[in-house]
């Protein structure tokens, strides 16, 4: 664990080196443990950085705090937030080459210009409905890759706004309720069209919606709206004013949990090919952490109280190379709280772990007697039918009388006193089953386990079906 913070530490100085490593031929000896690399991690970093000077009042581009959320899911993907940049940065000049007339133009003019170029090039909306909840939807820089039309309303105007900007367009979010607008503002002393103001006159911005079309959206029309949701009159002017960028970053947290809820079967359990990219726990923990980086002030408590056990078990379970994270940015955040001890005993229990020497264990005959599966083994869970691989072994049952007796372990037809095996599953998991329960042990291993297995395994070998172990400080013979 050190180690690698020590290598994250280094963020995007040391990318390039960790790119090679995920790029290693499928031959390497050590494939997977290279593939397993720290890069996420110093993805995450420069996200939470972005997010955390948000929250300390400093201003952060919008096309960077959305961005944050496409570093979770990134691995060895293009997609940092200079490359999102650099995106944004092409779009903006392939405008200009089309337009040439477009720095010049009216703010009017000029709105309605990129809007079209963007839904002509299917960079904002989505193909229909019926893919509205596409958790794919979320990320402005898939949005901007693939196009396609991958983006929801509030990336849409993220989009519109990060590129207006670059063409001396004003334009800023809108907080309207469930469907997020761009306003765009005319120069001080200027309409939208141009026209010089009288002094004491004051202009009056429009409202865009690039997810739906190049058009103007009148003022007179999102009031109706409001009125016919039940919002007082006195209150428009907060829904139809700028809202801001950290309130972007919250809605879409609340997107992502959203799309994640509404579609539950996206739940794709570390695979990251193209059908199932992004993964539904790295998307998750995005939201987690913004949302408890960046709470609504009235409710900031409690909503770091709700995500913190579940941002705690994702580091524990898949992100253990982000303990650093918390410490740094969220033990300061529960200062003077109940949690504050719970917390710095869950980071002390977890460093510890990481630090305390593996005790070895060698195969004697005896013991190879009794336990017959190695390190490496996939199998098939026989009353699960779950996929998993053995990462360690027990000559009997090591755990807790507690724990046997809720899992009903002397109810097995052998009992306590067979081999138990630590397993990596499929789904992220790490259970320990009786030996009794490992069955189909010819079974190659699916694409699931391959993703996951770099931290304990150096490659898979085909001819065995099995993984090259790893782990060789601990288990010296297997």
Same mark, same amino acid.
């Given at each position: 664990?050190?180690? %690698? ?88 000049? %392939? ?10 133009? $009216? ?106 079309? #190049? ?12 009125? $016919?949701? =039940?919002?007082?009159?006195? &209150? ?90 918390? &410490? ?8 003077? %709280? ?14 510890? =772990? #990481? ?63 067979? %081999? ?19 069955? #189909? ?31 060789? #400080? ?5």
């Amino acid at each position: 664990m050190d180690r %690698s913070e020590k290598i994250i530490a280094q963020g995007y100085d040391a990318k390039d080196t960790l790119l090679r490593h995920l790029n290693v031929s499928d031959d390497a000896d050590d494939v997977l443990a290279r593939r397993d690399a720290v890069l996420g991690g110093v993805h995450r970093v420069m996200a939470i950085q972005e997010w955390v000077r948000l929250k300390d009042g400093q201003p952060v581009p919008i096309e960077k705090a959305l961005a944050g959320f496409d570093q979770f899911v990134l691995h060895e993907r293009e997609g940092d937030l200079e490359e999102i940049s650099a995106l944004l940065d092409g779009v903006a000049q %392939s405008i200009r080459l089309e337009h040439v007339e477009i720095l010049e133009a $009216t703010p009017r003019r000029k709105a309605q210009l990129i809007a079209g170029y963007l839904r002509k090039k299917e960079l904002t909306g989505v193909v229909d409905n019926s893919q509205y909840h596409n958790l794919r939807n979320n990320f402005i820089g898939l949005a901007l890759q693939s196009g396609g039309q991958a983006a929801l309303p509030l990336i849409s105007v993220g989009i519109f706004c990060s590129v207006g900007k670059r063409l001396g367009l004003v334009a800023e979010p809108c907080g309207f309720p469930f469907h997020v607008y761009a306003i765009v503002r005319p120069q001080a002393g200027f309409t939208l069209d141009g026209r010089s103001l009288e002094e004491q006159s004051q202009s009056q911005p429009m409202y865009m919606d690039p997810f739906r079309s #190049d058009k103007e959206v009148f003022r007179s029309d999102l009031e109706a709206q409001l009125k $016919t949701m =039940g919002v007082p009159t006195a &209150e428009h002017e907060m829904y139809l004013g700028v809202s801001s960028t950290a309130d972007m970053v919250r809605r879409t947290a609340r997107n992502i949990i959203g799309s994640i809820q509404a579609t539950p079967n996206i739940r794709n359990i570390g695979v990251s090919n193209d059908s199932t990219f992004p993964e539904s726990d790295s998307s998750l923990y995005s939201a987690l952490w913004a949302l408890l980086l960046l709470p609504e002030d009235h409710a900031a408590p409690l909503q770091r109280a709700r995500s913190l056990p579940y941002i705690l078990d994702n580091i524990e379970k898949q992100f253990t190379f982000d303990i650093r994270l918390v &410490e740094m940015y969220m033990l300061p955040l529960f200062e003077g %709280s109940q949690y504050l001890d719970e917390l710095r005993d869950a980071l002390r229990v977890m460093r510890a =772990g #990481d630090s305390m020497p593996k005790q070895v264990k060698s195969r004697t005959p005896d013991i190879s007697k009794n336990v017959h599966f190695t390190i490496g083994r996939v199998f098939r869970h026989k009353r699960y039918n779950y996929q998993g691989v053995i990462t360690g072994w027990d000559v009997e049952c090591a755990a807790g009388e507690t724990w046997m007796s809720q899992m009903g372990v002397d109810q097995l037809s052998r009992g306590r006193h067979q %081999s138990f095996y630590h397993v990596l599953v499929e789904d992220k998991t790490v259970r320990y089953v009786a030996e009794e329960n490992i069955t #189909d042990i010819s079974v190659d291993a699916g694409a699931n386990l391959m993703s996951l297995a770099g931290r304990h395994f150096k490659r898979y070998d085909q001819g065995s079906k099995m993984f090259v172990s790893n782990l060789k #400080d601990e288990y010296p013979d297997d």
